[in-house]
């Protein structure tokens, strides 16, 4: 068996042809990397309902260093990080941090008003009808933290609770500036 057999050649044709696909596809995915995290994004235009009726809109933030913390009182993390929130909120209103938890569409509007009445919470609470969550990139996890910046840029952005020791870092640099 000297001469190569017709089929390994097909062979070795198909495996270049895949080979040649998985490297067009880490190609497009380091692009697609670079296009979205390379360059920071803009927080979105978007509007809260506070508890209290008052609208708020990240127009209004622009210039301050402000969170937002899309949440439910049905979600185990978002109830448990909640404290911590407060906690980092006190430490750093001082230095104008400004903070807006945004209550999901699905949670009930008297559980949110119960909820921040109840635990005293200090900064702005908003029920979303579902529009900042889709403008902040479809929000669907909580609890999801923004962190946007006086130039109106996404910072960081948190799935689940923060390292809160980063995010301190995070916002003693961005309230410096």
Known sequence: MTAASPNSSNSRSGALMRIGAAVVVVAIAVA?????????????????????????????????????????TSCTTCMAEMPKMVQTYNRFKGEGLEFVAVAMNYDAPMYVANYAQTRQLPFKVAMDDGSAAKQ??????????????????????????????????????????
């Open 32 to 72: 697609g990397y670079f296009a979205f995290f390379g360059s920071q994004q803009r927080v979105p235009d978007a509007t809260f309902t506070l508890l209290s009726g008052q609208k708020v809109s990240t127009s209004d933030l622009k210039g301050k260093v402000y969170l937002v913390n899309f949440w439910a």
């Open 136 to 177: 902040f990139g479809n929000v669907q996890l909580t609890p999801t933290t923004f962190v946007i910046g006086r130039d109106g840029k996404i910072l960081k952005r948190y799935v689940g609770e923060p390292q809160f020791a980063e995010l301190d870092q995070l916002l003693q640099k961005a309230l410096a500036t």
